[in-house]
Every structure is written in C-alpha cells, then in structure tokens.
C-alpha cells in the first residue's frame, strides 16, 4: 500500500500515488507532458499556477539524463559485423580486381568498390527507391577471355590503356567487371528514362571516383513501388 | 578458428560467439553463394564527396517501409546484395536498442550479430503483413530478453527491485547526463525498460510497440507512465 504523502510533498513524491497537486492537477500527466513537448506550460491554468510550473521544473530537470540518452545516437561499432559478412558472402579466393597501370606502378581496385559506387550513385537518381550494384559477370580466372562478353569489363580511362583496349586492363583476377543495377523504382515514373539517368549517373560516378570506365551497365527494374506521401527525394543508404 | 579459409573474428565474447560460428557454418553449407567479399560499413565505404542538391538531403536509411519489403524479399531468394542493403539500413537501430536494453556493449555486440545471422537465416519468418521494423524490433527485444534471462537465470526481475547500487551521483553532479540516464535505464525492470526504449527513445507509437510487444496497447501505456515515474525518482535519489 502506498504512503500518503504529505502536504510539503513535491510532485515527484506524488507520482503513483493518485495523488493531485494542490491545484488539483494529475502530476503524472505533467511529467508525460514534460517527456513528450518538454516544461512549456500548455494551458493558461499552467501559466498561472506556482505547483504546475515547479512540477514541470522539476520533472524537466529530473528527466535532463534522459533526454540526453535520446539524443544520442551509438553507431554499431565498426567490424562487429565483418565476421558474420564474411561467413555469409564466403571469402573469394579470387576476388576480382580492376587494375590502373600508372607510370611508377599499378593500382587495383577491387570489384566491389566498383559496385557500392555504383549503388551509391544510382541510389541517389529521383525515382530511385532502392538500388543494389554488383558486377554483372563474375568468377573469371586470370587471363581468361570471355567469347560471350569481350568487351563487359570496366577498363581503365587512361589514353594508354584504352589502346590496349579491355583486355588489358581487365584486371589481375577477372575480366568480368561489367555493373548491374538492381532497383526498385517510384511507380508511375517513366522507367526507360529512370534506366537511362541511372545509368548515366553510374557511368559518371564510376568514372570520377576511380578513373575506370565502365563499359557496361545494365539496369533490372525489379519492383515499383506507390511514392510515399511527402516524399521525393532519392534513396540513400551510404554514410548513415 | 578457421573454417573453410575463414577466420572468425568476434568481437563480442564468450558462448553466443562460439554459437554464431556453428550457425553460420551450418547455413553455409552447399547453399550460399560465393561472392567476393568487401566489407559493409558504409562510413568505410564511400566518400560522400559528391555535389547533390542543396534541396535534395538523403533520406536517413531503414525509414522506407515498402523498400525494405522489397529487400526482404530478395533476401529470402537469397540475394546477398540485399541482405548487405538490409543490414546497412537497419544496424545501428539493431545495435542502439540491445545496448539500451542490456545496456553493456559487449552483449549489444552479440546480439547485433545474432541478429545479423537471422536476418539471413531467418527472415523467412518474415511475412510483409506488418512493417520490416515492426518484425525487427521483435526480434532484437526477444534476443535481448533472452540473453538476460540466460546470463541470469535464478534472477527475478520485478517492478519493486531496487538498485543494489548507490547511484552515480558524481555523473550527475559532473554534468554527465548520458551516462547517468544510460545508468537509470540500467536499473530499471525490464519489462518498463523495454517500453521506454521503445515509445520514449525510438519513438514508436504506442499501438507499435503495442504490436512489437504483443501486449494490449493499455499495457505499454501504462508501463511507460511507470518507467518515466520511476526514472524521475530514481534521478531525484541520485541528485
């Protein structure tokens, strides 16, 4: 059984209680105000009432840690995920790598980082909902052609490597380094058009952040999905 | 150890990491794909460096219901892209609620990766018919509960315990107001923890959390009115 409080008790000692303040407000629903819109006073009873406003004080002090624990925002640490990707994706033995020749030495770049480029930039086109990147082609091993796909490689923009064409500068692991595309798209945009700023923005993002330039990239509209109210900008995942 | 070429680097200690390895081993087996790996931590990922739009700011990630379903889908096909998608989207809500409600780092880091395991291995479970989100609390809240009952079991857990533990009045004094609320919040039931977890910090609706919880939607209110009367107690005991 709950002790009565006092007539000295403050509004936090009344809490539980179905005990009112003096003025004969419920001081649980000032402290739900107070957790909700923060001390304002919302009526004019409160504006003018010394035990409304030393309760909504003294709650907003009390509730301060709270508030801070809402504002922060922790991030999951970095790597704690990495174990169970890897399990998950399996480990390439033999990850695919596009390969800059420069003059004191060469630069690799990896498959995947082609590919979140990729996804990063078609995210960002308007009607884009959702969009997932991957090399269309994969699993090539050093040095093999592909008479199906000779040219679905991402070769270097360099003058000197687009004469040696595709073939060399395909990479030290695999000449399949092609983009694809997966999205899902606004419903009731024009999708051949959608494909086409996608692409083009894939091409241009690849192209200025690696210098490689893709040679092909193909967009699979997977799903349409009904626009959301008060929305139009593009996805964006990266950077969270 | 090694398994298959793959070296298992936990972060989080002890048996739940032993057990991921065995799961993840398990479900590997003949039927997932191979594909290079990389890592999926976006801010390891790309530099934002890019010029879009003043008036164009990016939608924070895990806040587009019909995307994530979308996502889901895909993942129970098995595509690992959109598992990875999945995950960016929706990992630090994984790990910001387990670290509210276990409120130790370590554990929050178990349960983020059991939590990634499922979300490949059992998402299946997974229907459409409610919100991603609304599956996924779920899910994180039941795997928290579960680790705190595991770590504790003879521990009965009631609205009337009190802190074994004079409060960090030297936090409050100092102005540390985070680490004195994640402290308050430490100490609290579970059962009204979770439900200011969820309502005050996350800022789920009541009939959410009402969903999540499967509980009458009277119940997280009252639950709630609790928590926040029992916090402002406890604050005032401290100060």
Redesign the interface.
């Known amino acids: 059984m709950t002790e009565r409080p006092g007539p000295s008790a403050s509004a ?1 000692d009344l ?2 209680t179905e005990t009112a303040l003096p003025c004969g407000r419920d001081p ?1 629903q000032l ?2 105000q107070v ?1 909700e819109h923060g001390p304002v006073a919302v009526d004019d009873h409160q504006r003018s009432c010394l035990h409304c406003q030393a309760a909504l004080a003294e ?1 907003d002090r ?9 504002a ?22 033999d ?2 790598f596009a390969r800059l020749d420069e003059g004191y030495g060469h630069t690799r770049i ?4 082609v ?3 990729a ?3 078609a995210a ?1 086109v ?1 009607g884009v ?2 969009a ?3 090399l269309d082609r ?1 699993g090539h091993r050093r040095g093999d052609r592909d008479p199906e796909f000779p040219e679905t490689s991402v070769h270097s923009a360099q003058p000197s490597d687009m004469a040696r064409g595709p073939q060399a500068s395909a990479g030290v692991a695999g000449a399949s380094t092609a983009i694809a595309i ?1 999205l ?1 798209a606004d419903y009731g945009v024009d999708l051949p058009a959608l494909a086409d700023e996608v692409r083009a923005a894939v091409v241009a ?1 690849v192209r200025a ?1 690696t210098g490689l330039e893709p040679v092909s990239v193909s967009v699979v509209v ?2 349409v ?2 626009p ?1 109210p008060g ?1 139009g ?8 | 150890m090694p398994r298959n ?8 200690t002890g048996r739940s990491a032993r057990r ?2 065995q799961r ?2 398990a ?2 087996e003949g039927t ?15 530099p ?1 460096v ?1 010029t ?1 739009p003043a008036d ?7 806040e ?1 219901p ?2 994530d379903r ?2 889901a889908g ?1 993942v129970v096909e098995g ?7 999945l ?3 929706h ?2 809500r ?3 609620i387990a ?2 409600v276990l409120a130790d ?1 370590a554990d929050a ?1 178990d349960v ?2 059991e939590i ?2 499922q979300l ?1 291995t059992g998402l299946a479970s997974f229907t459409g018919s409610a919100a991603f989100t609304t599956w996924l609390y779920r899910v994180v809240v039941n795997r928290c509960l579960n680790l705190r009952r595991r770590r504790r079991p003879t521990e009965e857990i009631t609205e009337s315990t009190q802190p074994a533990t004079p409060g960090p009045e030297a936090r ?1 004094v100092a102005g540390q ?2 680490e ?3 402290a ?2 430490a100490e609290m039931p579970e059962e009204l923890r979770v439900a200011l977890v969820l309502v ?2 996350e800022g789920l609706t009541y009939a959410q959390a009402a969903t999540v919880l499967k509980v009458p939607e009277a119940t997280v209110r009252g639950r709630l ?2 928590a ?2 029992q ?3 406890q ?2 005991s401290w ?1």
Do not use: C
Request: charged share 30%.
């Open positions: 936090v809490l539980g649980q402290l739900e957790t709650f009390l509730w301060a840690p709270m508030r801070a624990v809402a922060d925002r922790p991030q999951a640490p970095p790597g704690v995920l990495d174990s169970v990707l890897s399990s998950i994706r399996g480990v390439s033995e990850p695919e990896s498959g995947r980082v590919a979140a480029i996804r990063h930039h960002r308007a909902r959702g997932l990147g991957r994969a997966v899902a993002g952040y997977d799903e999905l009904l959301r929305e900008e593009p996805a964006h995942s990266i950077g969270s | 070429g793959i070296a298992f680097n936990y972060r989080g991921l390895e993840v081993a479900e590997r997932v794909a191979r594909v290079p790996a990389s890592t999926l931590d976006p801010r390891r990922d790309i934002d890019g879009p164009d700011p990016p939608r924070p990630p895990g587009d019909d995307v979308w996502l895909r595509d690992v892209e959109a598992y990875e998608e995950l960016r989207r990992r630090d994984i790990y910001r670290l509210r780092p880091d983020t990766q990634a395991i490949w409050v107001e985070l004195a609320g994640m308050a919040l005050q910090l009115a609790r926040r009367a916090l402002v107690k604050m005032r100060a």
